[in-house]
């Protein structure tokens, strides 16, 4: 079993939807949390970065943090054309923070 | 613009012959980072360094696969001899390393690695 569990997808919904996308874990140790995007032929880039539980809003994006759940989830409001990728969470611990621990991505499009 | 730069872009090679690649990462970064990563795995870490000294590779096979930094502006990652299960886009990253806190990583945009 892996530490970090994502549903590839694809996703598929409509523009002006809102989005969720998730991913459990099992490494209690885990504090830091992050969702990195990825375009298509590109590298990833960070999109959000949460310490420990709660919740985190960037314009359109918010990430929130389950840790009693080994949760966690990113919410994309009305999402646009431009927002069609692939989306990884990555996670690591306070004691090997640098070593960062991604799922497998999940792809999502949005259709105009 | 500060970018970690990556060459080559695609390289395709056959099954046996010596791969290298190189990754330039962003200057004051002192941590790099190499992944692999594939349809079936997603990415996964190979190795990374911190002020170009190795701390884990523990993601690396280590017959074939090495990992170096010669100096702060260059880090490579042979693979001798490839296989065609090496086949995959494989990233370098860098950032800069607060100790206890994970900073973001600023990834490179890969070499497409197609083995024969």
């Known amino acids: 079993q892996k530490e970090v569990e994502q549903d590839p997808g694809p996703l598929s919904v409509p523009e002006g939807a809102i989005v969720s996308l998730n991913c459990t874990y099992s490494?209690?140790?885990?504090?830091?949390f992050m969702w990195y995007r990825q375009y298509s032929r590109k590298g990833p880039e960070l999109l959000m970065y949460?310490?420990?539980?709660g919740n985190k809003e960037d314009g359109r994006f918010t990430a929130q943090v389950d840790k009693s759940s080994k949760y966690i989830s990113l919410f994309i409001r009305d999402s646009q054309p431009s927002d069609s990728a692939t989306y990884l969470c990555?996670?690591?611990?306070?004691?090997?923070?640098?070593?960062?621990?991604f799922g497998s991505g999940t792809r999502l499009s949005i259709r105009p | 613009d500060a970018r970690v730069t990556q060459t080559p872009r695609d390289k395709v090679t056959e099954m046996g012959q010596e791969v290298t690649m190189r990754c330039q990462p962003i200057l004051g970064h002192n941590t790099v980072f190499w992944y692999r990563q594939t349809m079936m795995q997603g990415l996964e870490l190979l190795a990374y360094f911190r002020n170009r000294a190795p701390l884990d590779d523990s993601g690396m096979p280590k017959d074939r696969f090495s990992a170096e930094m010669p100096d702060a502006t260059l880090a490579t990652l042979k693979i001798q001899p490839s296989e065609p299960r090496d086949s995959a886009v494989y990233f370098c990253?860098?950032?800069?390393?607060?100790?206890?806190?994970?900073?973001?990583?600023?990834f490179g945009p890969g070499t497409r690695l197609t083995v024969l």
């Open positions: 990253a860098s950032g800069s390393d607060i100790a206890g806190v994970a900073n973001e990583q600023f």
């Open positions: 949460t310490y420990s539980s």
């Open positions: 990555a996670m690591s611990s306070y004691s090997s923070a640098s070593k960062i621990i």
């Open positions: 490494n209690s140790a885990f504090q830091y």
